[in-house]
């Protein structure tokens, strides 16, 4: 029997024969009824247990494999909240533990959030719906952490972590083999590794997957879409003229001469970096992976405490190809890099603020892209400088595109 929310939607009543123990019936329940089995595995989520109730007694996941009693078993869904204050588990059971309870007999125990006695799972997977359990018990006992905040020095600093360059697959330049790619998984940091034992085919754990199909009147194909600033996404979005923090990191476009018009002033609140200063060709540094850049010191001191912007440039295009060789059809190439703003007081922990982007897009060897980012951080007592590095993480560009700082400071276009 089934009660409560349950019995209103899958029915109160439900007869079987020869059942051997309680599991067999949840089983059959699940069996009969998918989404039933759905509700119970989400069920936690919402702070909703259940008891499970034959002759007066509620059971325990130890007595879901004795043999079925004579008289009706009843499930019954449990707030939370009200489990009372002298035994506030008792006898209350998660959804996913009758599931996996269910589907598996006898085997190695494991302990489920402290919210009831642990239950018998079997290490031998039987059935389709194994992968399903094991993925809502996987969820229990190994939680995905946040990413770490910035320490107490950095007060209220910008600390983003943006996704890397989307629908893009480092494979299609022809320098990797993807021809088993298995399922497209999304994984967050924390996630339970499964160890497998014997041969078996493998795929791997793949972060992002996007796939784009557009007719662009181009019978040779030479490129996926025509070049030009609109293809550019900065963290998977388009950029404005005006502050968005759709990017997730406050970022607009600008024009050349909004970039030239940038100087040093008197009291260093910004800083203009020199024409051969960056990463590519013909700059002090090359436009590869892990190529890092300390851009300078600007004083600190004085108003201007709150908002600092970083003008970006890109030069010479972006572009990469789908395939080898110069007929190979061009698509997006990207960046991915990392800023990180550092303070000159002593202490292990001097970073205020940090922010990881892409841009990525299609801008022929011609076309040029300008725009500015601004983080934000509380004001820093007791200190003088703030020194500026910019580091390389990740690039794929066919083009021999530039990637430059022109200016960073404090309120650059005001």
Known sequence: MLAGELGEKYGTHHEYYNL??????????CINHPKLQKDLMTAHQNGVGYKLIQSGAAMGYDELHLPFGSRPMVLVPVISGSLGQENPFGRILLGVGLVAAGFFTGGATIGLLGLAAPIG??????????????????QLISPQ????KLGSRRMDGTNFRGPGPQGVSRGASGQQSYAYTGPANTVGNGSTIPVVYGRAML???M??????ATDVSDPIATAIKAPGPDTILINGSQVEREFND????????????QLNSVNTTKTNRRIVIAPNVGFGPGLDKTLTENSTKKMGNIDVRGPFQDEFDIMFEIDRGLYGRAGKG???????????????????MPGDDPTVAVAEN????????????????????TKLDNNKELKLRITIMDVDTDAPTRFRVHAFGYRLLD
Do not use: C, M
């Open 121 to 138: 799972v079997s290490a031998v997977l039987g059935t389709v719906g194994a992968s399903l359990i094991f993925g809502g018990v996987a």
């Open 246 to 257: 759709e990017s997730g990191i406050e970022t607009k476009t600008i024009t050349r001469g």
């Open 203 to 205: 795929g791997g754990h």
């Open 326 to 344: 110069e007929d190979a059809t061009k698509i997006d190439g990207f960046i991915q890099y990392r800023i990180e703003v550092e303070h000159t």
């Open 358 to 377: 892409t841009i990525q897009g299609y801008l022929e060897r011609s076309e040029n892209y300008f725009y500015l980012q601004r983080l934000k951080w």
């Open 20 to 29: 051997r123990t309680p599991a067999d019936a949840i089983k059959l329940l």
């Open 207 to 212: 972060l992002s997957v996007g796939i784009e």
């Open 145 to 148: 952490p946040e990413i770490p």
